[in-house]
């Protein structure tokens, strides 16, 4: 199985909402990914979680917040988010080993749209 | 700094037209350069990772190769479906964090 799900698919939320979108992966991978993509452009890495543990944050504003509860499940909350957040919310998973991070799987991706 | 430049930015091309994209990178410590598909509002889809220079990949009708300071993604007889952005992104020694470059977007004419 080498496949990463996310739901929803689609979400639309006011600036007031609270919502969460969700990763799973069952490949065993314990490095976990969030990014968010606009149109046209490359992915931008939000955050990585190795062994469930927080390692990097590229200085995302606090209105977005990761969890992962274990080794297969990625969250992302989302509150008083702004119209410019509005994008493709690409979660990835994959293997690591110490300091080596092998290729990472992409999942379909949440499209997001802040009202 | 960490960079990776491919080019073109878009490439047209008949079907059967056989042709390359370019990544040009300059990273500290390269642990791994990735080639990725991406077809429009889908996840990127990996296609190949590359460690050292003189390595090479194939895979149907794409072939990759890497060099100290590029890769090339060469395309043999293309098709439609091979029509998408094409993201190359390197990996060097900030923990499994990927450079990507801007993407080639081809698109194939029957």
């Known amino acids: 199985d080498t496949e990463v799900t996310q739901t929803p698919k689609h979400l639309v939320m006011g600036m007031t909402n609270k919502k969460s979108l969700k990763c799973e992966q069952h490949m065993g991978h314990r490095a976990m990914y969030w990014y968010k993509q606009k149109a046209k452009k490359p992915p931008e890495l939000m955050f990585v979680?190795?062994?469930?543990?927080?390692?990097i944050n590229e200085s995302v504003p606090s209105r977005f917040s990761p969890e992962c509860p274990n080794s297969s499940l990625l969250n992302l909350h989302l509150h008083a988010l702004q119209p410019e957040d509005s994008a493709l919310y690409l979660c990835?998973?994959?293997?690591?080993?110490?300091?080596?991070?092998?290729?990472?799987?992409f999942g379909p991706g949440t499209r997001l749209t802040v009202l | 700094e960490d960079q990776v430049t491919q080019s073109p930015e878009a490439l047209r091309l008949q079907e059967g037209e056989s042709s390359s994209l370019n990544c040009s990178y300059t990273v500290s410590g390269l642990r791994g350069l990735f080639w990725y598909r991406q077809d429009p509002g889908k996840g990127p889809e990996f296609l190949f990772t590359?460690?050292?220079a003189g390595e090479e990949k194939e895979k149907e009708r794409l072939k990759a190769t890497l060099t100290k300071k590029e890769s090339f993604l060469h395309i043999t007889a293309p098709k439609p479906e091979d029509s998408a952005t094409y993201l190359c992104?390197?990996?060097?020694?900030?923990?499994?964090?990927?450079?990507f470059g801007q993407g080639t977007e081809l698109s194939v004419k029957p």
């Open positions: 992104a390197v990996q060097g020694n900030q923990g499994g964090k990927l450079i």
């Open positions: 990835a998973s994959s293997q690591t080993r110490g300091a080596d991070y092998n290729e990472q799987f």
């Open positions: 979680y190795s062994y469930e543990k927080l390692s």
């Open positions: 590359l460690y050292s």
